[in-house]
C-alpha cells in the first residue's frame, strides 16, 4: 500500500510540474516563461516560409545501380463476379503491360474466379502495390480499364461506398438509387462537374474516383441520398460555394451566411397537433372579434331615390371546437363479430343464414333493376310541346300593349 500510494503522489506531482510554464534564463540572467507544447522544441534554421509543405515531391524510378529490391513480397487478390469475366479477358494484357511500367505483376484466376497484384524485384515504389489493389477493385465493380488504370497516377484515389446496408425496404432502396442517377443521368453529371470526379452507381456500391475532397463531398452526397435528402440540395450547396470562391475578399470570411439552410418539412405527429391547434386558435380569435351590433349598410339609388335596406344577416364563421393532443388512443370500433352478436346473427343456423344472406342479395337486385329501369324509361317520355298561338290571343295581346302604353 506505501509503494502504491507513493507512486500515486509522485505521478501527481509530476502532472503538476508539467502543467506549469517552464522558465528558461538567457545568457544575460532575464528569465523568460515557455510555454510547456514548446520546452522541447528546437531552431529549425532549413525551415523558411517560402517552403510550400502541402506540395507532393515527384517520386520517380532509381537509376539501376541505385535500385535495391524489397525484402519481402506483397500481394493482394480479390474476387470479381462471374459476368465480368469476359470483359476481364479481354483487356488483362493492358492491365499487365500498364502495371509492369511501375513493377507490378498481376494473375487472373478463372477457375476461382480471383484477381491478384504482387510487387516484384523491380518495383521502387512501396504504395504502389495499394494503387494496384484500388485497380482490381474498380475493375471488378464494374469500372473501364481505361478510367480504373487512371487510379494509378499520384493525385487520384478512389473510394468504394456500399449503399447496400443503408435502406431496409428493397422498393425503396431502388428509388433512391435512381434519385441518384437523376434522368438520363443528369444529376449524376452535376455531381461529376462540381466534384471533379468520377462516379459509377453499380448494384449495391458506389465507384469513385478523384482527388480525395471531391471524394469526401461525393460521399456525403451519396449517404444523405440514401437517407432521403435529395442531392438537390448538396449540388446547390456545392454551386454556392464554387462561386464563392472565386471571391478573395471572403477567403478568411465565414461563408455560413450565403450557404442556404434547408429545413426539414416531416413533421412529427406532436408537432403537427400543436400547429393544428395554433391554426384553431387564430380562427377562434378572428371570429370573436367580430362586432355583433354592426349596422347593416345601405344604399341609395340616384335615380329613384329610394334607400334600399339590405336586411340579409352576415353568416358569421361558426368556431371549430379546439382539438386537444391526447397521448391515448381513439376508442375501438366494434368488429364484425361484435355486430352480429349484437344483431343476433351470430346465433342463427347456417342455412338460416344463407337465406338472409340471399334475400338481402335480392332486395339489393331488386332496387338496382328499378333504378336502371327508370333510367331507360326517361328516354321514352317526350318533351313538353309549345302550342302556337291563336287570332284571339294575339288580338288580346295587342290590346293589353295599347292599354300599358296610354297608362
Given at each position: 500500500m506505501s509503494a502504491e500510494a507513493s507512486s500515486s503522489g509522485i505521478s501527481k506531482k509530476s502532472k503538476k510540474n508539467k502543467s506549469k510554464a517552464v522558465e528558461a534564463s538567457n545568457g544575460?540572467?532575464?528569465?523568460?516563461?515557455?510555454?510547456?507544447?514548446?520546452?522541447?522544441?528546437?531552431?529549425?534554421?532549413?525551415d523558411t516560409d517560402d517552403i510550400d509543405h502541402w506540395a507532393i515531391p515527384q517520386f520517380t524510378a532509381p537509376s539501376a545501380t541505385e535500385h535495391k529490391p524489397f525484402l519481402e513480397e506483397s500481394s493482394f487478390a480479390l474476387l470479381f463476379p462471374k459476368y465480368r469475366e469476359p470483359y476481364l479477358?479481354?483487356?488483362?494484357?493492358?492491365?499487365?503491360?500498364?502495371?509492369?511500367?511501375?513493377?507490378?505483376?498481376?494473375?487472373?484466376d478463372l477457375v476461382q474466379g480471383q484477381m491478384t497484384v504482387k510487387t516484384t524485384r523491380k518495383t521502387w515504389d512501396p504504395y504502389i502495390v495499394l494503387?494496384?489493389?484500388?485497380l482490381l477493385k474498380l475493375l471488378a465493380r464494374g469500372v473501364n480499364a481505361p478510367q480504373a488504370i487512371k487510379i494509378l497516377q499520384d493525385g487520384i484515389a478512389c473510394d468504394i461506398i456500399k449503399i447496400g446496408g443503408l435502406v431496409r425496404?428493397?422498393?425503396?432502396?431502388?428509388?433512391?438509387?435512381?434519385?441518384?442517377?437523376?434522368?438520363?443521368?443528369?444529376?449524376?453529371?452535376?455531381?461529376?462537374?462540381?466534384?471533379e470526379c468520377y462516379v459509377l452507381v453499380q448494384g449495391n456500391t458506389v465507384s469513385a474516383m478523384g482527388t480525395f475532397k471531391g471524394l469526401k463531398e461525393v460521399r456525403r452526397i451519396i449517404i444523405d441520398c440514401m437517407n432521403n435528402i435529395h442531392p438537390i440540395y448538396r449540388i446547390k450547396e456545392l454551386m454556392i460555394r464554387?462561386?464563392?470562391?472565386?471571391?478573395?475578399?471572403?477567403?478568411?470570411?465565414?461563408?455560413?451566411?450565403?450557404?442556404?439552410?434547408?429545413?426539414k418539412k416531416h413533421l412529427s405527429t406532436s408537432e403537427k397537433t400543436a400547429k393544428k391547434n395554433a391554426l384553431l386558435d387564430r380562427q377562434a380569435e378572428s371570429s370573436s372579434t367580430l362586432n355583433p351590433n354592426s349596422i347593416p349598410v345601405t344604399s341609395t339609388?340616384?335615380?329613384?331615390?329610394?334607400?334600399?335596406?339590405?336586411?340579409?344577416?352576415?353568416?358569421?364563421?361558426?368556431?371549430?371546437?379546439?382539438?386537444?393532443?391526447?397521448?391515448?388512443?381513439?376508442?375501438?370500433?366494434?368488429?364484425k363479430l361484435d355486430l352480429q352478436l349484437a344483431s343476433g346473427e351470430y346465433f342463427l343456423k347456417p342455412r338460416e343464414k344463407e337465406a338472409m344472406e340471399k334475400r338481402k342479395k335480392a332486395e339489393k337486385q331488386m332496387e338496382v333493376s328499378a333504378q336502371r329501369k327508370a333510367e331507360r324509361e326517361e328516354a321514352f317520355i317526350a318533351p313538353p310541346e309549345k302550342r302556337e298561338e291563336g287570332v284571339e290571343e294575339r288580338r288580346k295581346k295587342r290590346k293589353r300593349a295599347k292599354a300599358e302604353d296610354l297608362m
Open positions: 544575460d540572467g532575464d528569465v523568460q516563461e515557455v510555454d510547456k507544447n514548446k520546452r522541447h522544441r528546437k531552431d529549425k534554421p532549413w479477358r479481354s483487356i488483362w494484357s493492358n492491365i499487365t503491360s500498364e502495371l509492369d511500367k511501375y513493377g507490378l505483376a498481376c494473375e487472373l494503387k494496384g489493389r484500388d425496404n428493397k422498393e425503396r432502396f431502388v428509388k433512391r438509387r435512381q434519385r441518384l442517377v437523376g434522368p438520363n443521368g443528369s444529376t449524376l453529371k452535376a455531381i461529376e462537374l462540381l466534384t464554387r462561386e464563392l470562391a472565386k471571391d478573395p475578399k471572403l477567403a478568411n470570411e465565414s461563408w455560413d451566411r450565403f450557404l442556404p439552410k434547408f429545413q339609388s340616384t335615380t329613384t331615390g329610394t334607400t334600399v335596406v339590405d336586411d340579409k344577416p352576415k353568416r358569421t364563421p361558426f368556431p371549430s371546437k379546439k382539438k386537444t393532443y391526447t397521448p391515448f388512443p381513439p376508442p375501438q370500433q366494434p368488429s
